[in-house]
């Protein structure tokens, strides 16, 4: 069967919008590993910057992550941020992004995060054994990169402009959401 996107196929903005919104399980359906293999870790981030999107368009905080298989650079998870929309303190778009991946060795796979990670889902990426992780953010937000290396964990920072202006925008916009989203409902009062 051939896919939509192949080793002919450009990796465009629109071809990575496909991939984000789509299932991780009906990815196949979508891409060949052959364009797999094609998409560098910019490609990733964009694709973790339109899960942020998304998020911001449902309502929710901006934060997208997903998470490649090192050896075959296929996408195995992803998720964004759903705290407003499921209503739960910590869908955070790297726990969505694991949830989705399940039961895998995560010490095979980099997770590319639009965001630098809270301190729970870096204390997460550590115990899951990730052995690299790419953060797109470190302007609006940062301070669990250390924590990740003193781990054992490559940090690589690839910051990606429209992430870095859609999470500044939604912290103007609503900041105690952004304030909840890291600390809690407390913290707003």
């Known amino acids: 069967m051939e896919t939509l996107l192949n080793a002919r196929s450009d990796v465009s903005q629109a071809a990575l919008a496909a991939i984000a919104h789509m299932p991780t399980t009906s990815l196949p359906v979508l891409m060949d590993d052959d364009f797999a293999r094609r998409l560098t870790d910019a490609?990733?981030?964009?694709?973790?910057?339109?899960l942020a999107q998304k998020s911001f368009d449902e309502g929710g905080c901006p934060i997208g992550a997903l998470i490649?298989?090192?050896?075959?650079?296929?996408?195995?998870?992803k998720g964004h941020n759903t705290l407003v929309?499921?209503?739960h303190p910590y869908h955070h778009g790297e726990t969505s992004a694991i949830r989705d991946a399940g039961r895998i060795?995560?010490?095979?796979?980099?997770?590319f995060t639009s965001l630098s990670p809270c301190e729970?889902?870096?204390?997460?990426?550590?115990?899951?054994g990730f052995s690299r992780v790419v953060v797109g953010d470190v302007t609006n937000a940062s301070g669990t990169e250390p924590l990740l290396q003193s781990r054992g964990v490559l940090v690589e920072i690839l910051e990606d402009p429209r992430g870095v202006e859609l999470y500044a925008r939604?912290?103007?916009e609503k900041p105690e959401l952004d304030l909840?989203?890291?600390?809690?409902?407390?913290?707003?009062?």
């Open 120 to 128: 729970i889902c870096a204390t997460l990426l550590t115990m899951r």
């Open 170 to 172: 939604f912290r103007a």
């Open 68 to 77: 490649i298989d090192n050896a075959t650079r296929r996408i195995v998870g």
């Open 43 to 50: 490609d990733f981030m964009r694709i973790a910057v339109v």
């Open 105 to 111: 060795d995560f010490s095979r796979t980099t997770l």
């Open 85 to 87: 929309q499921e209503n």
């Open 180 to 189: 909840e989203d890291w600390k809690g409902l407390c913290a707003t009062r």
